[in-house]
């Protein structure tokens, strides 16, 4: 998670747009079971739609960080990317690379 989440500020930084939103689905993927890293994750995809003035992304994230921290203990879609691309209760498969990791 931690990895992913630094790759991903690291890539925002220097302006890569499509890296930086990747490695941010893949640290949710992962930081998504815990609730803190969840939220964290999701803090992330804000900061990239601030970055790049994505008004459906920032409002998306705000609602899933509220979200984040209100439900992660109850329930969450597993395999979520945690981006506005894909619905907020939406499962999805675990990419191969992430299983090991995932909770």
Do not use: C
Request: aromatic share 12%; net charge positive.
């Amino acid at each position: 998670f931690e990895q992913y989440l630094t790759r991903g500020y690291s890539a925002l930084r220097s302006g890569d747009k499509a890296q930086a939103y990747a490695l941010f689905e893949r640290a949710h993927v992962l930081g998504q079971p815990h609730t803190w890293a969840h939220a964290r994750s999701h803090v992330a995809l804000l900061r990239w739609a601030l970055r790049y003035r994505d008004g459906r992304e920032t409002l998306g994230q705000l609602l899933r960080i509220a979200a984040a921290g209100l439900f992660t203990w109850l329930w969450m879609p597993r395999g979520n990317t945690g981006g506005t691309t894909m619905g907020a209760f939406r499962s999805a498969p675990i990419p191969p690379e992430l299983r090991r990791w995932a909770a």
